[in-house]
């Protein structure tokens, strides 16, 4: 079974930064393309960026420029660095296959922007 272990939320400051991980198990991890997604609440989980296998990313909208992914796949490891904050972008981060999921989903992390 896929285990996927998100961290490095927490509560930052408007325009601060933060740098969150996944942690992916049980499955083939290189030869996925890999996602951020997140929920805020009240809201429907939306996607926030993704990576191929060699690395190719997009982005939404709302975080390009300010959000960078990235993967490490001998650590089976993908990563999310979150520049200039803004309270919008306060949700539970998770991350997962891209476009379909794996079919589960990890604990996601708490990322809370704020003053």
């Known amino acids: 079974q896929v285990q996927l272990v998100e961290s490095g939320g927490g509560l930052v400051q408007p325009g601060g930064s933060l740098r969150l991980s996944c942690v992916v198990s049980g499955s083939i991890f290189s030869i996925y393309d890999m996602g951020w997604y997140r929920q805020a609440p009240g809201k429907q989980r939306e996607w926030v960026a993704y990576i191929t296998p060699r690395t190719s990313t997009n982005y939404a909208d709302s975080v390009k420029g300010r959000f960078t992914i990235s993967r490490d796949n001998a650590k089976n490891t993908v990563y999310l660095q979150m520049n200039s904050l803004k309270p919008e972008d306060t949700a539970v981060y998770y991350c997962?296959?891209?476009?379909?999921?794996?079919?589960?989903w990890g604990q996601g992390t708490q990322v809370t922007v704020s003053s």
């Open positions: 997962n296959k891209y476009p379909t999921s794996f079919g589960y």
